[in-house]
């Protein structure tokens, strides 16, 4: 039982790059989330998902996309990198909608 | 507009001695509370929850306690660890069908030995 995982740990893009975060949890969870933590500014929500399926924009949506194809993989994409999106980006899940468990996290730093 | 706020961004408190970390908030709407622990290079970890329908709920050594008239809660930690260092943040949920968690900025633990 993994929990909460994802890939990858570290990565540095230019800007103007493309790449995509993955997420996948072992849990059967339903609600999956994708977060950026900044200094000083705690996490904020980007976008999350209430179902296989399901996507929703959350505080910060601008720049990224998500896809829920399947139950237990949450996939966030930046389509064209910018140095603002330099940040540490947390997967989340969720049974019940609230108590929320969190992956390991993803550092990226966008030149 | 920030609806959870941690007016503290950091907290040292030596071994042994209680450590108390508060958190506001503004939404009457918030129904359901929890403290969250990340070290550094970790993604936060649950640490202790409380639904509004309580004041208090205890956890061993963690203890959050909720005054809804002044849309308030605390967390105590006590006896406070060295390895209680990190940082902790409040979150809160509407409930119902809101299925998202406002969390406020972090307050940084230091417990020193």
């Known amino acids: 039982n993994a929990g909460v995982t994802q890939t990858p740990k570290f990565r540095v893009l230019k800007t103007g790059q493309s790449m995509t975060l993955l997420c996948a949890q072992d849990?059967?969870?339903?609600?999956m989330y994708w977060y950026r933590q900044d200094p000083g500014m705690g996490l904020r929500l980007i976008h999350y998902?209430?179902?296989?399926?399901?996507?929703a924009k959350g505080e910060v949506p601008d720049g990224y996309n998500v896809s829920r194809l399947k139950k237990q993989n949450f996939l966030l994409g930046l389509e064209s990198a910018a140095p603002s999106q330099t940040s540490v980006y947390f997967c989340?899940?969720?049974?019940?909608?609230?108590?929320?468990?969190f992956g390991p996290g993803t550092r990226l730093t966008v030149l | 507009d920030q609806q959870v706020k941690q007016n503290s961004p950091s907290l040292s408190v030596q071994e042994g001695r209680i450590s108390i970390l508060n958190c506001d908030y503004t939404?009457?709407?918030?129904?359901?509370f929890l403290w969250y622990k990340k070290y550094p290079a970790e993604g936060p970890t649950f640490l202790i929850s409380?639904?509004?329908?309580?004041d208090k709920n205890e956890d061993g050594r963690f203890t959050v306690f909720l005054n809804k008239s002044a849309k308030h809660l605390s967390l105590h930690i006590v006896p406070s660890q060295p390895g209680d260092s990190a940082v902790y943040f409040c979150a809160a949920s509407e409930g119902g069908s809101n299925y998202k968690l406002t969390f406020g900025k972090g307050t940084l633990l230091t417990v020193n030995p």
């Open positions: 939404n009457s709407m918030f129904d359901y």
């Open positions: 998902s209430v179902g296989e399926g399901t996507t």
């Open positions: 409380i639904s509004s329908i309580k």
């Open positions: 849990m059967n969870h339903e609600y």
């Open positions: 989340a899940s969720s049974y019940t909608g609230d108590t929320q468990y």
